[in-house]
């Protein structure tokens, strides 16, 4: 597939078969995830594959214990494959402290914006695009009970989910209301030369 397609086919999928994904697929999103770009080539970010309805339970139950039967988009509980990205902020204060970075004092105040986080949601992009080119539906969402999924996954403390990743086989599914609105005109968001 061109690399236009797969950026004009990519789109938030909410129902999935419960067909699973072969193993080489998942390999290639994570191999493709660790080429995103980050500061200092710091990587400071991990990432939980779960896959098979007994891992992906698991993960339902930690952070949407309520009714899933009567939520809007009950197709995306069957994505055969979740993936956790997380951030590690502490990677980065410690790769600004190395003698090429010079930063020895390891002062937080110096990043103008979380890195970490940045760098990981890149190559969450990655991974989504990947998805795309493979022929898969793909949602990223956050997760809104970060201690909850530690708990149930054992997860360190210094790694921060910045959201999940449901993969799978695309359904038949309702596009959301949202996308209603549109996309913004490119004049109303691009600004040449100065603001």
């Known amino acids: 597939m061109e690399f236009q397609q797969v950026v004009d086919r990519r789109r938030m999928v909410r129902n999935f078969e419960e067909r699973p994904v072969p193993g080489e697929v998942v390999e290639r999103l994570l191999r493709n995830a660790l080429h995103a770009p980050s500061a200092g080539f710091s990587q400071g970010w991990a990432f939980l594959v779960l896959q098979g309805g007994d891992e992906t339970g698991r993960f339902w139950d930690a952070v949407f214990p309520r009714d899933r039967q009567k939520f809007r988009w ?14 590690h902020k502490k990677a980065y204060i410690d790769r600004y402290a190395e003698s090429d970075k010079g930063w020895t004092d390891r002062d937080e ?41 530690r708990a149930a996954f054992d997860v360190p403390e210094d790694y921060v989910p910045i959201g999940a990743i449901a993969l799978g086989y695309p359904a038949p ?13 490119v004049d109303d968001v691009v600004h040449r030369g100065r603001w």
């Open 74 to 87: 009950a197709g995306m509980f069957k994505a055969p494959v979740i993936i956790v990205p997380l951030s």
């Open 109 to 149: 105040n110096r990043w103008p914006v979380p890195y970490w986080d940045i760098d990981t949601g890149f190559a969450s992009l990655l991974m989504l695009l990947t998805a795309v080119d493979e022929g898969l539906g793909a949602l990223f969402f956050g997760i809104f009970s970060a201690d909850d999924f």
């Open 173 to 185: 599914d309702e596009p959301s209301p949202s996308l209603k609105r549109g996309r913004r005109p």
